[in-house]
Each structure stands twice: as structure tokens, then as C-alpha cells.
């Protein structure tokens, strides 16, 4: 796999080349699983030429809550989807197979960072400067893999 920091608050920009950079170690995958945050039509066409099958979260247009009847404080328009790329994912999503795979996004990649967070303690960086920071993160995930191989191997 690969793992990286990049100096922005958005993760959409660097999210192609973040797979793309999996080619020289393991080989591209066939299928990538990302939320809300990595949305760019740049980045599912880039990755899209070079045959990988992104599934990437659009969004809702407003979170739902069944339990209460009042409107929502801030209640606004829905946000209207007419990008042709977020148009194409929603209805790829919608798909009963693409949905069923996108959820494998909850039970493999999710709980990583719940317990680099909770039961290793790692909350925020300690270092400054992008190559510390790169070094740190690289470091605190060799501790979660080498904590993971130990435990399979126990099993």
C-alpha cells in the first residue's frame, strides 16, 4: 500500500496521485473506495484513464432525521448535483453491487483510523514541517501494522 501527508486541508487534490503512487509497490488496484472528501471529477478521470474504477461519495444533499418532525435549524436548499461526473457516480452508487462494495469502506478502512486514534492514543502531529510530519505519520503507521501482524499471527 502506501501511506503520505500533503500540505493541504483538502484531500481531493492529492487523492489520484495518492493512488497512482501505489504502482511502484503493489501495482494499481482495480476498484478505489474514498468519502466525501476526496470528490474531484479531476481525480475520478485521472484515475479512470488509467482503468481503475473509483467509487467515490458525493454527498447527501440533507442529513435525515426520522426522529424529529421540526425543520432543521439551518435548514437550506439541497445542494443540486449537476456536474456530469457526481451525476454518473450517484447513479453508479445506487447500484445495488457498487453500493454493497462501498460499504466494505466502513469495515476495513474506518476502524484503522478509530484505533490510531482511541486505543494508540495518536491525536495530532508532534513535529512540524512537512518531511517531520511525513516521517511521524510513516511511523505511526509501521507501530499499527507491526501491532496488526503480531495479532494475526497469534490467531
Known amino acids: ?8 486541508s483538502a484531500d481531493a487534490p492529492s487523492f ?12 494499481l488496484p ?4 474514498a468519502d466525501t472528501g476526496y470528490a474531484s471529477g479531476q481525480a475520478v478521470r485521472k484515475l ?5 474504477d473509483p467509487l467515490v461519495a458525493i454527498g447527501r444533499p440533507c442529513a435525515r432525521r426520522p426522529y424529529d418532525f421540526r425543520p432543521h435549524p439551518e435548514a437550506k436548499e439541497p445542494r443540486r448535483i449537476t456536474e ?5 457516480m450517484k447513479k453508479k452508487l445506487e447500484t445495488t453491487k457498487a453500493g454493497d462494495v462501498y460499504r466494505l469502506r466502513k469495515q476495513t478502512v474506518e476502524p484503522v483510523f ?3 486514534k482511541s486505543i ?3 491525536r495530532r502531529f508532534s513535529l512540524r514541517g512537512l518531511p517531520k510530519v511525513t516521517t ?3 511511523l505511526v503507521a509501521l507501530a499499527y501494522n507491526c501491532k496488526r501482524m503480531a495479532r494475526l499471527q497469534a490467531a
Not at 30 to 33: Q, R
Not at 48 to 52: F, H
Not at 84 to 88: D, G, S
Open 1 to 8: 500500500m502506501t501511506t503520505g501527508v500533503v500540505a493541504t
Open 16 to 27: 489520484a496521485d495518492t493512488v497512482l503512487s501505489m504502482e511502484d509497490t503493489i501495482g
Open 30 to 33: 482495480e476498484k478505489v473506495l
Open 48 to 52: 479512470q484513464e488509467k482503468g481503475i
Open 84 to 88: 456530469p461526473w457526481r451525476l454518473a
Open 114 to 116: 478509530g484505533i490510531i
Open 120 to 122: 494508540m492514543g495518536f
Open 136 to 138: 511521524e505519520w510513516t
